[in-house]
């Protein structure tokens, strides 16, 4: 793939070396994050990147297998101004409403559990979390249900 200075560019968010963390594994962790403008072309298969603040302990060169052309509509994207990051470069997500609850049946126990849809999913993601970890951390959904 090549990309002309200039062009728009999205990155893609990878978790597994554990330099670059944007919240949780799976399904709700975003697979790019960008538009970012191309400064530079270094040599065949790397690009320099016009980086945002918020990502400024980030070396802003990339391999091309990490980059994907921006085509203008694309929905898996967070858009920097509703991101919060933490000290580890990590996207904190945060849980927008609760639709549904159920227990589920272990071996040895129940576990109560509840549907979530969380804020920076703008296709309808919803995941099923412990209803336990979600009240220690967002009591908040649980007052106005």
Same mark, same amino acid.
């Given at each position: 793939?090549?990309?002309?200075?200039?062009?728009?560019?999205?990155?893609?968010?990878?978790?597994?070396?554990?330099?670059?963390?944007?919240?949780?594994?799976?399904?709700?962790?975003? +697979?790019? %994050?960008?538009?970012? @403008? /191309?400064?530079?072309?270094?040599?065949?298969?790397?690009?320099?990147?016009?980086? $945002? &603040?918020?990502?400024?302990?980030?070396?802003?060169?990339?391999?091309?297998?990490?980059?994907?052309?921006?085509?203008?509509?694309?929905?898996?994207?967070?858009?920097?101004?509703?991101?919060?990051?933490?000290?580890?470069? +990590?996207? %904190?997500?945060?849980? @927008? /409403?609760?639709?549904?609850?159920?227990?589920?049946?272990?071996?040895?126990?129940? $576990? &109560?559990?509840?549907?979530?849809?969380?804020?920076?999913?703008?296709?309808?993601?919803?995941?099923?979390?412990?209803?336990?970890?979600?009240?220690?951390?967002?009591?908040?959904?649980?007052?106005?249900?």
């Amino acid at each position: 793939m090549n990309f002309e200075v200039g062009d728009l560019v999205l990155l893609k968010v990878s978790p597994r070396k554990g330099i670059l963390r944007f919240g949780k594994r799976g399904k709700l962790s975003p +697979r790019f %994050i960008g538009p970012f @403008k /191309v400064l530079q072309r270094v040599r065949n298969q790397a690009y320099k990147m016009e980086l $945002v &603040e918020e990502l400024d302990g980030i070396h802003n060169t990339f391999h091309v297998c990490y980059l994907r052309k921006f085509a203008g509509e694309v929905l898996d994207i967070i858009p920097f101004s509703e991101m919060k990051i933490d000290e580890d470069k +990590r996207l %904190i997500e945060d849980p @927008k /409403v609760i639709f549904d609850r159920k227990t589920k049946k272990l071996r040895r126990k129940m $576990v &109560e559990l509840v549907l979530v849809r969380w804020k920076h999913s703008y296709v309808p993601n919803l995941t099923w979390e412990r209803e336990c970890e979600m009240k220690n951390f967002y009591q908040h959904l649980f007052f106005n249900a």
